[in-house]
């Protein structure tokens, strides 16, 4: 995996303990939670980046989960490298 924060092994309990689904809208609820300290600091000068690191420490953990459910690590793997690349091109 791109990060490596939590083990396969991690992933597989928590979506056998919790479900898949649940999993995946706790992905949406870590990716909004992130998106809202964002905004705070942008639109409200608020300095709240240990919210931020906070926050964006949740959403790579649950990235991660993703990846896991959807069995897309390679995928991701080659799709990163592949705009990574092409970013280097604008640059």
Do not use: P
Not at 64 to 91: C, G, M, S, T, W
């Amino acid at each position: 995996m791109i990060y490596r924060y939590t083990t396969k092994e991690i992933c597989e309990k928590t979506v056998k303990n919790w479900g898949r689904d649940s999993q995946l809208l706790m992905v949406l609820e870590e990716m909004s939670e992130l998106q809202k300290e964002i905004l705070k600091n942008l639109n409200r000068d608020k300095d709240n980046v240990k919210e931020i690191a906070e926050e964006t420490a949740d959403v790579l953990i649950m990235l991660e989960r993703l990846i896991y459910i959807y069995k897309i690590e390679d995928l991701v793997a080659q799709q990163a490298e592949f705009k990574v690349n092409r970013l280097k091109q604008y640059l």
